[in-house]
């Protein structure tokens, strides 16, 4: 079989797709060709201004860095265009898209563009999962996995390759003359059994990621898959519901340490590895004694990671010796700051002295980490987003992201956002970096856009300011160019961000 994997990614977006890797290699292993087309290298085609990391950058979430090494594989060439003499020159048995919901469109004007070709599409990854009529409905998709894909992918590609009928795969919905078959999911996949990724399917330039103002040769190693937390904004939670109700099985899992060595050795040797992030939601979630298996496990390599967890489940203990072997940076989700409507409305049910003191402790050790927000919650109010900039007052952080909220299939505030008439059923949700799509009347999406743009520039300034920065948030050339001036003097005073500075009032 000659398999074509599609990854619709925007500029911009430097994460690296585990799951493309993944299957790249269990394809190969079975004897398949694989080719990637991976859109991220091309200019973006709803705006080509637009670029996640640069637009971080200028809001203050990230200190400024380089990005040449990141541009080595940069095209100026037609995405389109590209995509079709792909696709012609290798002529595929099977056109496999992974995507999230926010790559989706772009991804579905790729399969639009080949289908002339007739060659049969497959489309995973978590919108499919959550989403799949909405996905089996386009006519360019001929069949759609539900769930995780390794066991999918694998098996249609073996029955495709002998012509054997596979519209019984566990996992896989088909759709033939109209009529479309739902086969339930299958098991939550034994992590321990994959393959190791094939990182050697992407171009040089998607091998680095920039993080603390530099930009690293960095990978993802996958550590756990899954969280055991119950967030109404993430999916996470939701596969671990949909995978116990409709297979028996627990979503949420630890890969197995000697599994994880083989793993960085397979970076180290084969791949050059300068760094890692961690794949994980939340890599606290480790029993004391799996803690302490992984810390000693990897003192044999102390090679620098990033990773990130939950504020409540920091001790001083699991950062220092963290720390000792190679962790050089964290991120904590904040998301909140008012602590009633974080529990009500978003199931985090924690206090903020507990945030303060947790991340106060990273300071204590001295390793740099990042928080997220998000504004623009189902039912928040732009007085209620000023909880969330008190609060981060009180935290001090390297970096500050503010994202706004995204509404993605599968997550209970979606449904809720629905019910609310703040958003129409079937609208794609968007990147977190892109303006609100829920339309409130108690929080307009300009007002939404105008706070977050001001967001760093609220924790940072003194409150005897705050009326100038109000200004600032008017998405008028007026308000643009006072935004801009605040901007440039928080930037210039605060990036590259020091972690003994203390906020005036
Ligand atoms: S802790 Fe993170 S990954 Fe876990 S449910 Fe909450 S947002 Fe999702």
Not at 122 to 133: C, D, H
Not at 299 to 314: A, G, H, Y
Request: some cysteine.
């Amino acid at each position: 079989m000659k398999v074509l994997l599609i990854y619709p990614n925007i500029r911009g977006m430097n994460m690296l797709p585990p799951a493309i890797a993944l299957f790249s290699s269990i394809l190969k292993e079975q004897g398949h060709t694989v080719s990637l087309f991976d859109a991220t290298d091309y200019p973006n085609i709803e705006d080509n201004e637009f670029n996640s990391d640069k637009l971080k950058e200028k809001n203050l979430n990230v200190r400024p860095f380089d990005d040449t090494l990141l541009k080595i594989t940069f095209k100026e060439d037609d995405l389109f265009e590209s995509y079709k003499k792909h696709v012609e020159g290798i002529s595929p048995d099977l056109i496999a898209m992974s995507t999230t919901e926010d790559m989706f469109p772009i991804g579905i004007r790729l399969l639009e563009l080949s289908s002339v070709y007739k060659i049969p599409t497959l489309v995973g990854g978590v919108f499919a999962t959550f989403a799949p009529e909405l996905v089996i409905s386009r006519p360019e998709v001929d069949m759609v996995c539900v769930g995780e894909g390794e066991h999918v992918i694998k098996e249609l590609c073996a029955r495709m390759d002998k012509a054997m009928p596979y519209d019984d795969i566990p996992g896989l919905w088909t759709k033939k003359k109209g009529e479309i078959r739902r086969n339930p999911m299958g098991q939550a996949v034994d992590m321990n059994e994959n393959p190791m990724l094939d990182l050697s399917i992407f171009p040089e330039g998607r091998l680095y990621r920039p993080m603390q103002g530099r930009v690293w040769r960095m990978f993802p190693l996958e550590t756990h898959r899954g969280c055991p937390y119950q967030c109404t904004y993430c999916n996470s939670p939701s596969q671990t519901y949909k995978y116990r109700e409709e297979t028996g099985s627990r979503f949420f899992r630890k890969k197995r340490l000697d599994k994880i060595r083989q793993e960085i050795i397979h970076f180290r040797d084969n791949y050059n590895a300068e760094a890692f992030y961690f794949w994980a939601d939340t890599f606290f979630a480790y029993s004391e004694a799996e803690f302490d298996a992984f810390v000693e496990m990897y003192s044999d390599f102390k090679i620098p990671f990033w990773c990130q967890t939950r504020p409540e489940t920091v001790t001083h203990r699991r950062v220092k010796k963290l720390s000792e072997v190679g962790m050089f940076r964290m991120a904590f989700g904040i998301e909140h700051g008012n602590e009633e409507f974080r529990k009500r409305v978003i199931h985090r049910s924690v206090k903020n002295e507990t945030i303060i003191k947790a991340l106060a402790t990273v300071n204590d050790v001295g390793v740099p980490f990042s928080v997220n927000n998000i504004l623009g919650f189902p039912f928040e109010t732009r007085e209620l987003t000023f909880d969330t900039i008190e609060l981060n007052r009180h935290i001090y952080a390297d970096s500050m992201n503010a994202y706004s909220f995204s509404p993605f299939h599968g997550t209970p505030l979606r449904k809720i956002a629905e019910e609310q008439g703040y958003i129409k059923p079937g609208t794609i949700a968007r990147s977190v970096t892109r303006p609100t799509l829920l339309n409130m009347p108690q929080y307009t999406p300009e007002q939404i856009e105008g706070v977050r743009r001001c967001f760093v520039i609220y924790t940072k300034l003194p409150k005897s300011m705050w009326p100038e920065v109000e200004k600032a948030e008017k998405l008028t050339p007026e308000g643009d160019a006072i935004w801009e001036k605040l901007r440039d003097e928080v930037a210039e005073k605060y990036m590259p961000h020091n972690a003994e500075e203390k906020i005036t009032d």
